[in-house]
């Protein structure tokens, strides 16, 4: 009687470790992943935000892509310089923006949300990076309530540019 008490409490325990790792399973399978946490993959370069001096919604972006995931630090330079990084990086004047940040391979033009970010490094396209031009309200570092749709480009190598996503 005690061997089939013994063997009853073992299944039962097979049974129930058997359910738990089963439930693991489909949770992690089911659950979806945040951009910090797809980004946490993708990547683990540091970006350095470039920016001039005197622009406060370039230092609150450079503080929303820590939140974000992405270490990050950034160094003022002068607007003749920063004019220098957009030739060189093939950043266009109608695609220019008030920073430019280097993050691996790539560069961010402008108050680019997370999204794009993570897609860029997940998927790593041959382009030199992305740009959002201007400051739109309600992106990252700008105030105000999103009125439309951001489009942001991807910026080849040799400058020209095509859609590579919209938010």
């Known amino acids: 009687m005690k061997k089939s008490f013994n063997i009853i409490i073992i ?14 399973r489909q949770k992690s399978e ?5 951009p910090s946490e797809k980004l946490a993959t993708a990547s683990t370069d540091k970006a350095v935000v470039y920016k001039t001096a005197n622009c406060g919604c370039c230092r609150v972006y450079a503080k929303y892509l820590p939140k974000e995931g992405i270490e ?4 003022d330079i ?3 310089e920063l004019d220098q990084m957009r030739q060189k990086f093939g950043i266009s004047d109608d695609m220019a923006a008030c920073h430019i940040t280097v993050i691996g391979d790539y560069f961010v033009s402008g108050h680019i949300p997370i999204e794009a970010i993570t897609k860029l490094l997940a998927e790593k396209p041959d382009v030199a990076g992305i740009a959002l031009a201007g400051m739109p309200s309600g992106t990252p570092g700008m105030p105000g ?4 749709q951001w489009v942001i480009y991807a910026i080849g190598a040799d400058g020209s540019s095509a859609e590579f996503m919209t938010i």
């Open 11 to 24: 299944v039962l325990f097979l049974a129930g470790a058997s359910l738990f790792l089963i439930m693991g």
């Open 30 to 34: 089911t659950s979806s992943s945040t």
């Open 72 to 75: 990050t630090e950034y160094s």
């Open 78 to 80: 002068s607007q003749e």
């Open 145 to 148: 309530p999103k009125y439309e």
